[in-house]
């Protein structure tokens, strides 16, 4: 977890914040958190224990109560599955901490804070990933899916509405462009070709959920890498975080958007594209721990979907960024003026490799269906 030292205004304001959740005497150390688009996040450390305070962006999430609502009951239903199989609760879930008043949010001045504990002996694996550890990934996405596979996806409220609604996001897409608000189109031609001409594509699986020929099911919706735990020390993989976006989904949405960032050869910003490739050999580890996880729960036309989760989730982010940027970079944090448009043109590299190589990652996914001894009418071909 990469972290940065504090500003002074930061601080002061932290303060009165870690005031309402421990004695500040006790407080060892305290610094902010780089990661992560949406909310502002601190690291805190006491000397037993660490911990995670964050600012809730109200921006993106309008109602911090119910969003920790939904929090409260999918990590209750994790933490008694983990404990049914045997595992380490505290090292198997996200755990809310509440403040010392028993709340779960705290408000004050109009912002909206909540606070975890930090798993210790943890840590993500965005930048030393290797195959084996992204097998883990794999896992924990897969026991994720499948240990919510029979929570009542209804009593979770949508905390973004159409979050992974890709015919949705690209009508308000479309929009931005034609408003062109901030006078930015003109710089970014043909990214905006590039996503026009993939609109066919937009509805393959929506269509399909709301035909129903794959399962609404309970899904986390940020599956990336920096959102998974694993062991310091063994690698293994521990839990999934960030549980904002957890809301009534597909797991072809968890499957695609861990692959997005996990499979790539560079950080999502990089902007020399030379550097940024797919990686088949981290598509094959990812899948094979995913699968393994969800084997009993996956449906054949979810199985035929995994390759159209990987581009469609690819190419909504590029198209999210493209859509921040021209819309005056309102949604996603940035450090630099073109920060939005340098993700997308990324992820738009992305998306080129993932067609040119449909044929080598179908094959890759077969080949690990047939390695894990799926049934034979579950194979691909
Ligand atoms: C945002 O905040 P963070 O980094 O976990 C975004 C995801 C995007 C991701 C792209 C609520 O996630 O949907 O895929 O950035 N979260 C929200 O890196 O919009
Ligand atoms: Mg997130």
Same mark, same amino acid.
């Given at each position: 977890?990469?972290?940065?030292?504090?500003?002074?205004?930061?601080?002061?304001?932290?303060?009165?914040?870690?005031?309402?959740?421990?004695?500040?005497?006790?407080?060892?150390?305290?610094?902010?958190?780089?990661?992560?688009?949406?909310?502002?996040?601190?690291?805190?450390?006491?000397?037993?224990?660490?911990?995670?305070?964050?600012?809730?962006?109200?921006?993106?999430?309008?109602?911090?109560?119910?969003?920790?609502?939904?929090?409260?009951?999918?990590?209750?239903?994790?933490?008694?599955?983990?404990?049914?199989?045997?595992?380490?609760?505290?090292?198997?879930?996200?755990?809310?901490?509440?403040?010392? =008043?028993?709340?779960? !949010?705290? @408000?004050?001045?109009?912002? $909206?804070?909540?606070?975890?504990?930090?798993?210790?002996? #943890?840590? *993500?694996?965005?930048?030393?990933?290797?195959?084996?550890?992204?097998?883990?990934?794999?896992?924990?996405?897969?026991?994720?899916?499948?240990?919510?596979?029979?929570?009542?996806?209804?009593?979770?409220?949508?905390?973004?509405?159409?979050?992974?609604?890709?015919?949705?996001?690209?009508?308000?897409?479309?929009?931005?462009?034609?408003?062109?608000?901030?006078?930015?189109?003109?710089?970014?031609?043909?990214?905006?070709?590039?996503?026009?001409?993939?609109?066919?594509?937009?509805?393959?699986?929506?269509?399909?959920?709301?035909?129903?020929?794959?399962?609404?099911?309970?899904?986390?919706?940020?599956?990336?890498?920096?959102?998974?735990?694993?062991?310091?020390?063994?690698?293994?993989?521990?839990?999934?975080? =960030?549980?904002?976006? !957890?809301? @009534?989904?597909?797991?072809? $949405?968890?499957?695609?958007?861990?692959?997005?960032?996990? #499979?790539? *050869?560079?950080?999502?910003?990089?902007?020399?594209?030379?550097?940024?490739?797919?990686?088949?050999?981290?598509?094959?580890?990812?899948?094979?721990?995913?699968?393994?996880?969800?084997?009993?729960?996956?449906?054949?036309?979810?199985?035929?979907?995994?390759?159209?989760?990987?581009?469609?989730?690819?190419?909504?982010?590029?198209?999210?960024?493209?859509?921040?940027?021209?819309?005056?970079?309102?949604?996603?944090?940035?450090?630099?003026?073109?920060?939005?448009?340098?993700?997308?043109?990324?992820?738009?590299?992305?998306?080129?490799?993932?067609?040119?190589?449909?044929?080598?990652?179908?094959?890759?996914?077969?080949?690990?269906?047939?390695?894990?001894?799926?049934?034979?009418?579950?194979?691909?071909?």
């Amino acid at each position: 977890m990469e972290t940065r030292e504090l500003e002074p205004s930061e601080e002061t304001q932290l303060d009165f914040i870690i005031n309402e959740y421990f004695e500040p005497s006790k407080v060892t150390s305290k610094k902010r958190v780089s990661s992560g688009h949406i909310n502002k996040t601190y690291f805190i450390q006491l000397e037993g224990c660490s911990y995670i305070l964050q600012k809730i962006n109200t921006h993106v999430f309008p109602n911090p109560d119910r969003l920790m609502k939904n929090i409260e009951k999918v990590t209750d239903h994790i933490r008694m599955k983990a404990i049914y199989f045997g595992k380490n609760p505290e090292r198997s879930v996200l755990s809310i901490i509440k403040s010392k =008043d028993g709340h779960c !949010v705290t @408000k004050r001045n109009n912002q $909206y804070w909540r606070c975890f504990r930090f798993i210790d002996k #943890a840590k *993500t694996c965005t930048s030393e990933k290797t195959k084996e550890t992204f097998e883990e990934v794999g896992r924990v996405v897969g026991e994720f899916q499948s240990y919510l596979c029979e929570f009542h996806a209804a009593d979770l409220e949508d905390t973004i509405e159409h979050f992974h609604d890709t015919p949705h996001r690209y009508e308000h897409f479309k929009d931005v462009v034609r408003k062109d608000e901030f006078q930015r189109k003109d710089t970014c031609l043909e990214e905006i070709e590039f996503i026009n001409n993939h609109q066919h594509i937009y509805n393959l699986i929506t269509d399909k959920l709301d035909k129903g020929l794959i399962p609404l099911r309970v899904t986390h919706n940020d599956t990336k890498l920096s959102n998974v735990m694993v062991d310091e020390e063994t690698g293994k993989g521990l839990c999934l975080i =960030d549980f904002d976006t !957890v809301m @009534k989904g597909s797991l072809l $949405y968890d499957y695609g958007d861990a692959l997005r960032l996990g #499979a790539s *050869t560079a950080a999502e910003d990089e902007k020399d594209l030379s550097k940024v490739h797919i990686d088949l050999e981290m598509i094959e580890s990812f899948s094979r721990g995913f699968l393994k996880e969800v084997k009993s729960i996956i449906t054949k036309d979810e199985i035929e979907g995994l390759y159209n989760g990987y581009l469609i989730e690819t190419i909504e982010v590029a198209m999210r960024f493209l859509d921040d940027y021209l819309d005056g970079d309102r949604y996603f944090d940035i450090q630099y003026s073109n920060h939005n448009l340098i993700r997308s043109r990324n992820q738009i590299k992305l998306v080129k490799e993932i067609e040119a190589k449909e044929q080598e990652i179908k094959t890759i996914i077969n080949n690990v269906l047939i390695e894990l001894d799926f049934k034979k009418e579950f194979l691909l071909w």
